[in-house]
C-alpha cells in the first residue's frame, strides 16, 4: 500500500505565504500523476492543482491559478504546493492525492476527479487569519 504524507499547514495571515509538501513510499512515485484537493469548512472537496508523471506539466483551477503553483522533486518523491497572497477564503483541509495510472490514457493530461486517484493522504489544515 503506498502511503502518502502531507506537511506544511498552519496558521498564516493573511497575505502570508505557504509551501504544503506531499512524500509517497515506494519507487514509482515518477510514474504518478499527482493532484492537490481541498475541502473547506462545510464545502465539498475540490480539484486545484494537477502535474503530470513527465515533463512537469501543471495545470490549475482557475480560482487558485494566479497564486498556486505545483512542482515535484522526482528524486525525492515529494510534489510541493506554494501558495502566496493566502486568503481567508484559501482556509481548508489541503489533501494530496496520487493516480498510479499516471492521467488520461494516452496523455500526460492529470485527471481532476477525485475517482481516479487511488492514494490520499490525511490532509494537511491550512489556516488564514484575517
Known amino acids: 500500500q503506498v502511503q502518502v504524507v502531507e506537511s506544511g499547514g498552519g496558521l498564516v495571515q493573511t497575505g502570508g505565504s505557504l509551501r504544503l509538501s506531499c512524500t509517497t513510499s515506494?519507487?514509482?512515485?515518477?510514474?504518478?500523476?499527482m493532484a492537490w484537493f481541498r475541502q473547506a469548512p462545510g464545502k465539498e472537496r475540490e480539484w486545484i492543482a494537477a502535474?503530470?508523471?513527465?515533463?512537469?506539466?501543471?495545470y490549475y483551477a482557475d480560482s487558485v491559478r494566479a497564486r498556486f503553483t505545483i512542482s515535484r522533486d522526482n528524486a525525492k518523491n515529494t510534489v510541493f504546493l506554494e501558495i502566496i497572497n493566502l486568503k481567508p477564503e484559501d482556509t481548508a483541509v489541503y489533501y494530496c492525492?496520487?493516480?498510479?495510472?499516471?492521467?488520461?490514457?494516452?496523455?500526460?493530461?492529470?485527471?481532476?476527479?477525485?475517482?481516479?486517484?487511488?492514494?490520499w493522504g490525511q490532509g494537511t489544515q491550512v489556516t488564514v487569519s484575517s
Open positions: 492525492a496520487a493516480d498510479p495510472r499516471g492521467g488520461l490514457f494516452g496523455s500526460h493530461i492529470p485527471h481532476r476527479a477525485e475517482d481516479e486517484y487511488d492514494y
Open positions: 502535474i503530470s508523471k513527465t515533463n512537469n506539466y501543471t
Open positions: 515506494g519507487r514509482s512515485f515518477s510514474s504518478y500523476a
